[in-house]
């Protein structure tokens, strides 16, 4: 037994994140980390990681007591955390062989004095003993996601890792840099490393885990070796029958919206044709860098199409700027609701009402003077309506969980009508039973047309009528209805085009 | 809207928050959100108590009229910090704008009105060429502001050759100056309303009171702080953002203009050196602002309540003798204790 955790307790204010937890892991084991958001998931890793101390319960990891303060003490025994924003892995204008040896500069392992080659011949020793390929003397922020976490991965085992735990690894890969990326966990495993695995996706699941531990209301509820039977793991968290959840088919197509003819996204990439009608959910999925993030914002007006037409409600369609836009009812939540949708904690504009109402201030407000009871219904209307998990309308956006984040994003895009809703990478970090939620939401509304961009094929193909790949800026197939259910279609081509 | 059971958010609904938090925390988040005003209180009672003469309509009047231009100026920066950026161009500004007033009137013999309104058009001249460097050519607020700084400090010797300006100056090509200054233009600095309160003052309270309007109670202010929150989301949402950042500079470089034609009405003169504080104490207002309330943040109402803080320990410390030299140390002094109690006391909280 390499960790052995029980009874851990952990409180925020009135909030019992974590009520006595239990949980074991092996060398070279593979456990995956289930659970809906506020179920105790990252509290769990925070503890592990040094980042917060338990209020009860003991750990023992390697047959000792383990009581970490910092993530530097965890490390220290032998507990890495690769968290899953990599951008605080390197730091951009120094090299990828600067980055793996970053915390070797801070601890005094590397001398004070430093020379190219010596730098490069340590860090090459680092790559070859854990067997990645990587790029030594490329400018780190030249690496795309799965080469940092490469680079994180590399960093932990060189200094002793025995238990890795990964924080949503996989959210932003492609299907083939996940399928590498699985490989590698496998040779993790083989080397006796333990892994702590957590994913929203079950995919990754599937592929990886020796054992489920599913965690509600900050407990273990169920644990599952393998074969893993996710429909009920998945249950057990949601805590409700998967069968509700699957969206209905639907025949109800209705007027066209938006039509795009002759498009092309750049001067030399194809063009292509597209139509999108009222009541229709469409998700355009691809590899990272296919397009999908490029063709939103130009229909969000940043920016414009190379060549082609765009007829909106039978009136061409050229916005200057997400204004114009909104204002011919396009709207656009954008990838990444921390940057794109959200002001600051402590900021004013934080609260959920406000949140809300950032892009209607104009018409919720026509005097100019704030009448915060406007808002403040439609954000009441919408925690009842999508049932945001919160204390109020005046509550923070950032003391909300990921999915309930991402309903107040749907919620801002609901409150006034719209003809496109286009939702960029709408459920990263969405838990499953949130996820249900917002599918549910998005299909219920016939009155406009919903565009929504994934890199996860079966993510796509649970929420759309329709399902369009995008590979190098064109899109290559609309996949007819009826071929919803088949999945291994889909991924089979994604894989191809990957 | 008002019956949830364990908010969080801390500034809308402190009744229900007073539900949630164990008395110790609650004590502690009032007097985080009330320590300036304790200490202002403090201060005002000590003194009063050492000096008889600190308590007096006058005396009051007088620390007011000294901390007017900085607060009027301080405004002004603490929306360009809530848009995201900061002027530091706003003391050479203020500066420029005096020996401006003093040359529109000594030497092109312009009066009051004609004098103000240029002076005005200067100040809005020089936020523009801010938010052209900031806006269009996107160099980054503080070396932009930076530069601008050092523009005018110089730009402003220039047209008298280093001297300052005042009646009978003579200027670099020999002749001598012929303009006055107009007695109406010094009443903008000297008189009073109602013999007790100072036109400055006056000026200062409607600036504070627009200013706190547009900034904490409309949606242009919830714009301009939406823009410097986060200003990709507020451009997703169909914000102007790039006019909202301009707004904010020609809006503080006016109101540095306002404060110079105040301290030239004041000194009745173009004393060359007249703006050397002002940049660091309007800058100084604006940070101790950020402990008024606990809010952390840019306010209009914490910037007064900065400057007026600021000028009751100076004028208590002076009638105590104490020598005019401390008076900068003082101010940094206040400065790091404010920005200590904002960020250090109960940062856990969030």
Known sequence: MLLSIEGLSRAFGSTQALDAASLSINRGEVVALMGANGAGKSTLVKILAGLIEADAGSIYFDGRPYHAKSPAEAAARGIVTVHQSTDVIGIPGMTVADALLLDQFADGRQPFFLSHRSLRRRAAAILSDVGFDLPLDRDFSELGTADRQLVAIARALSNQAKLLILDEPTASLSAREAERFYQMVRGLKARGIAVLYISHRTADLQALADRVVVLRGGRVVAQQARPIDLVKAIETMIGRPLSLVHPQRRTVPGRPVLHLSGVRIFNDTPAFDLTLREGEVVALTGVLGAGKSRLLSLLFGLGRFASGRAVLDGAAYAPSGPAEAIARGVVLAGEDRHRASFIPAGWPGESIASTISLPYLRRWHPHGILRERREQAAATDAIARLGIKATGPAASVWSLSGGNQQKVVLARWDAEPSRLLMLDEPFQGVDVGARQDIIAALRSRTDRATLLATSDPEEALEVADRVIVIDRHRLLEQTPPDRRTNSTLIGARHEELA | ?350
């Open chain 2, 1 to 350: 809207m008002t019956d949830s059971t364990a908010p969080i958010n801390t500034r809308r609904d402190p009744h229900a928050l007073a539900d949630a938090l164990p008395l110790a925390a609650q004590l502690r988040d009032g007097l985080r959100r009330g320590v300036v005003f304790l200490l202002l209180a403090a201060l005002v009672l000590i003194f009063s108590v050492l000096q008889p003469a600190f308590l007096t309509l006058a005396n009051a009047m007088s620390i007011l009229q000294a901390v007017a231009v900085v607060a009027i100026i301080g405004t002004g920066v603490t929306v360009t910090l809530a848009v995201g950026g900061f002027d530091l161009s706003v003391g050479a500004v203020a500066a420029s704008s005096v020996m401006a007033a003093s040359y529109a009137m000594i030497v092109l013999d312009l009066g009051a009105f004609a004098t103000v309104a240029l002076v005005l058009a200067f100040g809005i001249v020089v936020g523009l060429f801010n938010a052209l460097l900031i806006v269009r050519l996107k160099v980054p607020d503080l070396l932009a502001t930076l530069s601008t700084m050092f523009l005018l400090t110089g730009l402003q010797l220039i047209p008298t050759a280093g001297r300052s300006i005042s009646a009978g100056l003579i200027l670099p090509d020999g002749s001598k100056a012929t303009g006055k200054v107009d007695p109406l233009f010094l009443a903008i600095g000297r008189s009073s309303l109602f013999e007790t309160l100072p036109l400055p003052v006056l000026l200062m309270i409607l600036v504070a009171i627009v200013l706190f309007v547009l900034t904490e109670r409309t949606r242009f202010g919830r714009l301009l702080f939406a823009t410097g929150g986060n200003e990709t989301a507020t451009r997703l949402a169909g914000a102007p953002v790039e006019r909202l950042r301009g707004f904010a500079y020609v809006l503080s470089a006016s109101l540095a203009a306002l404060g110079g034609i105040i301290v030239a009405a004041r000194i009745g003169r173009g004393d060359v050196s007249s703006g050397a504080s002002l940049l660091m104490d309007s800058v100084a207002a604006s940070l101790i602002g950020f402990a008024v309330r606990g809010l952390r943040r840019p306010n209009v109402g914490g910037t007064i309540v900065g400057a007026v803080f600021v000028g009751v320990l100076l004028n208590g410390l002076t009638m105590l003798n104490a020598p005019y030299y401390t008076q900068d140390f003082i101010k940094g002094a206040v400065l790091v204790s404010a920005l200590a109690l904002t960020y250090g006391i109960n940062r856990k909280m969030r």
